[in-house]
């Protein structure tokens, strides 16, 4: 191995660790630059310390507990850009409460906890906005409003990823969910597949919506950069 990849590797391995950082802006701009040099100097996973293991663990990362049925939405489009898998679980007597796990390799499904958090944090922010417009013009801003919105954002975030991908090969198949990882998800006993939210309205009126939300999700990764994300 030539010096000059070693040095690139290494690279690879600190921004990988300052993507487990506890803001949100700095482990998805370090997540996000790692991936970049993966694809720019076709560095594959297994050349990574966290890759030398033949046999690697796979984990979960849980969320906190959620009631919107809009987080199915976001969890869905992040777990499948980030080499992960998730499920939505939830406990009799949670009042219709769950939770989301993230699972795939640790470093994997800690970036996926991390960059989903942030997400939902970017739209809670946006809804705060888009409630108080509604206010001024005597609407109420409710669960239709809210998946419209995230709607769009998906849509945005998924032609995001789309693009980078579009860009390299490499990175494209960097970001397949391993194999070793769907299998493990799809022996858990008792898994329910589907869409985690019933049906909602979707007219004229919606649309701004869901463009005001691909305009986010499209640039969901400069998003830190724009405004603060209070904790």
Partial sequence: MKESENKI?????????LSSS???NEARDAMMKAQELMAKYEIKREQLKDGEQEERRIVNFSSVPFRDEWIHMVSGVIAENFRCRRIAVSRVGSGGAFRIRFYGYEEDAEICINIFNYAVKVI???????????????????????MNYVLGFCHGLEKNFEE?????????LALVTPKAVNDYVDAIPGLETGTGYKDFKQNREHTLLQRTGYVDGKTFRNAGDKERIES
């Fill in 164 to 172: 980078q991908k579009a860009q390299s090969q490499s990175f494209a």
């Fill in 22 to 24: 506890s803001n949100e």
């Fill in 9 to 17: 590797i290494d690279k690879i391995e600190k921004l990988l660790a």
């Fill in 124 to 146: 809670r922010k946006r809804f705060m906005v888009l409630r108080a417009i509604y206010a001024d013009a005597g609407r109420g801003f409710g669960n239709d409003e809210k």
